[in-house]
């Protein structure tokens, strides 16, 4: 399922504190994108446990519970994890990773969290989640009753919400540091092949193992760091993040360029530091430059002036990189007016593009 519109973590933690007391909720959104973690905070918040259930792994049972004869007449005992006697979170994650069978099982407790005769205590929440189909992840497809009793929401990466988190958790300094430079780079949309992906998950994976080696406090292996790199997230990603940590002894560099205090390295064995310059140097474009020339302030239109002496010097060094600042190859696009000005000035760069 894809939402027209989709929310940032603290717009579901108060659509949660709002809605599912009420009504279910659903979270729709890739792996590792957090849904989990924000379940259990949302349980923290309000003061109850969080009882969760991985619906990959349940059989009919698990949610109906046995029968037992009771005199003449049998009932269904549900099982202890959720016949419950203080009001509680349940939250059903991977819920359209469940069989038809589960999911059938799944009807009265999410529409009227009851399980045969078990009512669950007044003031109890139910809140499910699961991937999409495009995600490659393991997805059943979702019967229509049970979409239709419950509110959804797709979740989606907020970088700057998830640096406020990676503070408050201590996240490793060069995790944090990175992702403040890249933004763009805290996710990145499952893969086709089996290989790491980058998500908000995988750099919290990431920021551990540099914790376990001392990375920053004693010297690493280049060898060792490649492996917890490029075991964690994307290939691109962690190409990019190698050449941020060999070049933490300048990290000013891109500004001090930005200003004329400094030049593109054009050394052979800095080639992957210009590499990560570059790229950072094309996301301050996009990030910095509005699409509307008219209403361009004066430091856009300082950067804009000064960017276009920067990709010309970049050619001189490396044309490819050069090419890659103003491309659109990832889908990303540099204002048309820019472009132009770009188009006018350096007519072998564009041309060298085609």
Same mark, same amino acid.
């Given at each position: 399922?894809?939402?027209?519109?989709?929310?940032?973590?603290? %717009?579901?933690?108060?659509?949660?504190?709002?809605?599912?007391?009420?009504?279910?909720?659903?979270?729709?959104? /890739?792996? !590792?994108?957090?849904?989990?973690?924000?379940?259990?905070?949302?349980?923290?918040?309000?003061?109850?446990?969080?009882?969760? @259930?991985?619906?990959?792994?349940?059989?009919?049972?698990?949610?109906?519970?046995?029968?037992?004869?009771? !005199?003449?007449?049998?009932?269904?005992?549900?099982?202890?994890?959720?016949?419950?006697?203080? &009001?509680?979170?349940?939250?059903?994650? %991977?819920?359209?990773?469940?069989?038809?069978?589960?999911?059938?099982?799944?009807?009265?407790?999410? =529409?009227?969290?009851?399980?045969?005769?078990? =009512?669950? &205590?007044?003031?109890?929440?139910?809140?499910?989640?699961?991937?999409?189909?495009?995600?490659?992840?393991?997805?059943?497809?979702?019967?229509?009753?049970?979409?239709?009793?419950?509110? =959804?929401?797709?979740?989606?990466?907020?970088?700057?919400?998830?640096?406020?988190?990676?503070?408050?958790?201590?996240? =490793?300094?060069?995790?944090?540091?990175?992702?403040?430079?890249?933004?763009?780079?805290?996710?990145?949309? &499952?893969?086709?092949?089996?290989?790491?992906?980058?998500?908000?998950?995988?750099?919290?994976?990431?920021?551990?193992?540099?914790?376990?080696?001392?990375?920053?406090?004693?010297?690493?292996?280049?060898?060792?760091?490649?492996? @917890?790199?490029?075991?964690?997230?994307?290939?691109?990603?962690?190409?990019?993040?190698?050449?941020?940590?060999?070049?933490?002894?300048?990290?000013?560099?891109?500004?001090?360029? @930005?200003? !004329?205090?400094?030049?593109?390295?054009?050394?052979? %064995?800095?080639?992957?530091?210009?590499?990560?310059?570059?790229?950072?140097?094309?996301?301050?474009?996009?990030?910095?430059?509005?699409?509307?020339?008219?209403?361009?302030?004066?430091? /856009?239109?300082?950067?804009?002036?000064?960017?276009?002496?920067?990709?010309?010097?970049?050619?001189?060094?490396?044309?490819?990189?050069?090419?890659?600042?103003?491309?659109?190859?990832? !889908?990303?696009? @540099?204002?048309?007016?820019?472009?132009?000005?770009?188009?006018?000035?350096?007519?072998?760069?564009?041309?060298? %593009?085609?």
């Amino acid at each position: 399922m894809n939402l027209k519109f989709t929310v940032t973590q603290s %717009e579901l933690s108060d659509l949660l504190l709002n809605i599912s007391p009420t009504r279910p909720v659903f979270i729709w959104g /890739a792996p !590792g994108i957090g849904k989990s973690a924000l379940v259990q905070k949302f349980a923290d918040d309000v003061g109850l446990e969080c009882v969760s @259930l991985l619906g990959s792994q349940l059989a009919p049972e698990d949610i109906i519970g046995i029968p037992q004869i009771k !005199g003449e007449t049998s009932q269904f005992m549900p099982p202890k994890m959720i016949a419950r006697k203080e &009001p509680y979170v349940l939250f059903l994650d %991977e819920l359209n990773a469940c069989s038809q069978e589960v999911q059938k099982a799944f009807y009265s407790l999410i =529409h009227e969290k009851r399980i045969g005769e078990y =009512h669950l &205590p007044k003031g109890s929440v139910v809140i499910g989640a699961g991937n999409r189909s495009q995600d490659g992840a393991i997805v059943k497809t979702m019967s229509t009753a049970l979409i239709n009793r419950m509110f =959804h929401v797709q979740l989606v990466a907020d970088p700057k919400q998830w640096l406020n988190w990676a503070y408050e958790n201590s996240l =490793h300094p060069w995790v944090v540091d990175y992702i403040t430079e890249r933004p763009d780079h805290l996710f990145s949309e &499952p893969p086709k092949t089996e290989e790491p992906y980058s998500t908000p998950r995988s750099w919290d994976m990431l920021s551990d193992a540099l914790k376990e080696y001392g990375a920053g406090k004693k010297d690493v292996p280049e060898k060792i760091l490649r492996v @917890l790199a490029y075991g964690s997230v994307s290939s691109a990603h962690a190409g990019m993040f190698l050449a941020f940590v060999k070049q933490l002894g300048n990290r000013n560099l891109l500004n001090e360029i @930005l200003k !004329g205090e400094a030049r593109f390295p054009s050394a052979p %064995e800095d080639r992957d530091v210009l590499y990560f310059v570059a790229q950072s140097f094309r996301g301050k474009l996009l990030l910095e430059l509005p699409e509307d020339k008219q209403s361009i302030s004066r430091s /856009a239109q300082e950067l804009a002036h000064r960017a276009k002496a920067m990709i010309k010097d970049l050619s001189h060094i490396n044309i490819e990189l050069a090419q890659m600042v103003v491309s659109s190859d990832d !889908g990303k696009v @540099l204002p048309e007016w820019f472009m132009v000005e770009i188009v006018r000035d350096l007519p072998r760069l564009i041309k060298n %593009e085609k």
